[in-house]
């Protein structure tokens, strides 16, 4: 039974998934305090927050069980990915399904800002009815600045054209094909700093956008200019905006989202130029059914083994490129499994060659499933696909992926190579058409052999009677053999065997095969 605790408001419909499923015991609880969370993710496999929680590094250490962080919507944020990535801890969010109500409360705040709607609501309220104080200003003709054209800033644009706003445009994946597309002018930063008379933010809250529009960046606007963020506090920043309307340089700001949840003693909010709300771009029906529907179905498919759709700390794979990769994951695994059980000495280099048809895909699911197979060995289940590369990074491993031109006659061929400080070895394995995987090569032997199981490898010399004595000290073991393959260099050279039987080898018989004459190392394991 799988523990999923919700931390933040969901919409039940959206939910409606996870309370169904007979394998999953939902715990949905908004109100908990910091030590009530860290007390509540010890047992769950999942947790599933808006932006309200705070998933920090503290909370995924208490989480000894965690698998999956589910973000039921946009931005991660308040998620630490570093600390999820190196827990092994696959983070989800749901990019799409908040988009349009996003893009469409932009633009309510962008006709309230120029119109001072809600200053002169709240003047009516207070039975004044004020006209002079309120003159707006029209958005025909005016130009809309967009940083960040993503889903939500494209969305926002489409709609100003609507409103026959001339629309400029700056993101670092934007380019001249893409504007034109979107019917829209595109700029450095500078540029679309200097002609906006709306500015709207809409890119992630990062370090890099940490504070974007700052003091530097204000004063290269339009006096008069007024600007928009709905996207995170913190990518205006707050002090800096604060003076520019209080100087008159920025004719007014309207704000979604503030650097600090709750926000309601900011002094921007004491300032009549700023129409704010407190963080309600996604707050419709609509959008909550949508990212909560999205972010159960790969919360269930993650603890179910499945392939995620929208993970955040490791690359998405297409369905397409799933169907032709997934055959090679286990070949992958238990390749680097075999090989980091018999190489001696510290790792430092993996790298893994494709070749066949495996030549035209994008192989790096497969090296990183190849990676987790080898660092398995000496760090256990800790290490998955979704840490598999960052945990060789920390311990200096250089890995390195290629694509061969040598198929030694296969159609796919699949090869792993170790370095140590001691040694370099490899092993190449293939999908035989019909039959599965098979192992077949290690390091100069050719050989056929299934990587499943409890295995033996034996390096001995190509002498008479070495094969005979090897299976009657098994039988003195009561140790059935099922399959066995024998490799050599030369007559009379180096050999190999490789032994199938069915069970674990015991230490004492690994330690009498390793006495027997002409026997120069055996190695058990079990795939
Ligand atoms: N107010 C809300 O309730 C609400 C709702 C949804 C999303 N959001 C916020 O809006 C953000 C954007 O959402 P989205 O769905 O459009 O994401 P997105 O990933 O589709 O788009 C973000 C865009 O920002 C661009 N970008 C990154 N760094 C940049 C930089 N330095 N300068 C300019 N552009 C840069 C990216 O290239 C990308 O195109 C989210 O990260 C989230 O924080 C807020
Ligand atoms: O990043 C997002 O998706 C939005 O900020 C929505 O946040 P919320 O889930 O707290 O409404």
Redesign the pocket.
Known sequence: MYRVLICDPLSEEGIRPLLDAEDVEAIADPSLSHEELLEAVKSVQAIIVR?QTQVTREVIEHAENLQVIGRA???V?NIDLDAATEHGVVVVNA?DG??I??AE?TMAMLMSLARNIPQAYHQLQQKRWERKKFVGVELKGKTLGV???????REVAQRAKGQRMKVIA????LNQEKADKAGVDHGT?QEVLQQADFLTV?????E??KH?IDREAIQLMKPGARILN???GGIVDEDALYQAIQSGKIAGAAL??FEEEPATEHPLLSLTEVVATP?????TVEAQENVATDVSYDVLEHLRGGTVRNPVNMPSVSSEMMEQLSPYFKLSERLGAFLSRVVEGTLERVSVYYSGELTDVDTTPLTRIAIKGILRRHIGQRVNDVNAFKTASDKGIVINEQKSTSTKGFTNLLTVEIETDQEKRSIAGTLLNGLGARIVQLDQYSIDVVPDGNLILIHHKDQPGAIGRVGSLLSEHNMNIATMQVGRTNQGGDAVMVLTVDKEVESECQDRLGEITDINKVQCLTL
Do not use: K, Q
């Open positions: 932006s919507g946009v931005g944020d990019p908040n988009t109500s996003t409360h940083v960040g054209f993503g889903r939500i800033g700056y993101d670092p994946f930063l809409h890119t992630p809250l990062m890099e956008t974007l709905c996207a995170r979604d989202v963080h309600l771009g996604a707050s």
